[in-house]
Structures are given as C-alpha cells and as structure tokens.
C-alpha cells in the first residue's frame, strides 16, 4: 500500500508561480511511477504530467509544456510540481498518483493509489 498526501495548493494570481508536492509512504518510493492530474469544476480529471522510475524519464500534457516541471527526490519520498506561468484555466484540484509500472503514463488506469487533491486557484 502506498499512501500520498498533497500539499502547496493555494490562491496566486495569473503569471504566478506555485511548487506542489506529494509526499509518498512506504519505503517502495522509488520503484512507483508517478503522476500528477487535475480536475476542474464540471469536468473530467486529466492528465498532468508523469515520472518514471527514472527521473529522466518524464511525460507532460500539451497545456502545460514549458510552464510545469516534474521531479521527484526518492530520498525525501515525495515527487514535485513547479508551476510557473500560472493560467486562470489551470484552476483546478490537482492529485498526486502512484503506479507500480517503470513508466506509467498519462492514462488513469494505469495508476493504483491517489492522493486527496490540492486545490490551486488562479485569479485573472
């Protein structure tokens, strides 16, 4: 089992930039692929951005490409969104995800554990 609790959610205003993080349980950290999605008001959850087992093995939706960076320090047991360039459309839920596969994907099946969700809101 692998636990995920989000955090760095917040208010900021369009341009801004805010850091997300997920913070793993278990000491299996480093053989999950991870990701991260977002889910807006009346719409359905999409994807974000994923990491492998490899850090160096990194996927990213279109809408976010040059603004977001995903990383994860296995140390800590906790995987990041840098955020910059914020949007107002970027205002959402954002959930940390875990797969057991090397790499998993942007597909939501392909992950087994989810975290709670941060809110992030972007004013115009």
């Known amino acids: 089992q692998v636990q995920l609790v989000e955090s760095g959610g917040g208010l900021v205003q369009t341009g801004g930039s805010l850091r997300l993080s997920c913070a793993a349980s278990?000491?299996?950290?480093?053989?999950?692929?991870m990701g991260w999605f977002r889910q807006a008001p009346g719409k359905e959850r999409e994807f974000v951005a994923a990491i492998g087992w490899n850090p160096g093995i990194r996927l990213y939706a279109d809408f976010v490409k040059g603004r977001f960076i995903i990383s994860r320090d296995s140390a800590k047991n906790t995987v990041y969104l840098q955020m910059n360039s914020l949007k107002p459309e970027d205002t959402a839920i954002y959930y940390c995800?875990?797969?057991?596969?090397?790499?998993?994907?942007?597909?939501?099946?392909?992950?087994?554990?989810w975290g709670q969700g941060t809110q992030v809101t972007v004013s115009s």
């Open positions: 995800a875990a797969s057991r596969g090397a790499v998993a994907g942007s597909g939501l099946s392909r992950y087994e554990y």
């Open positions: 278990g000491r299996t950290f480093s053989t999950y692929a």
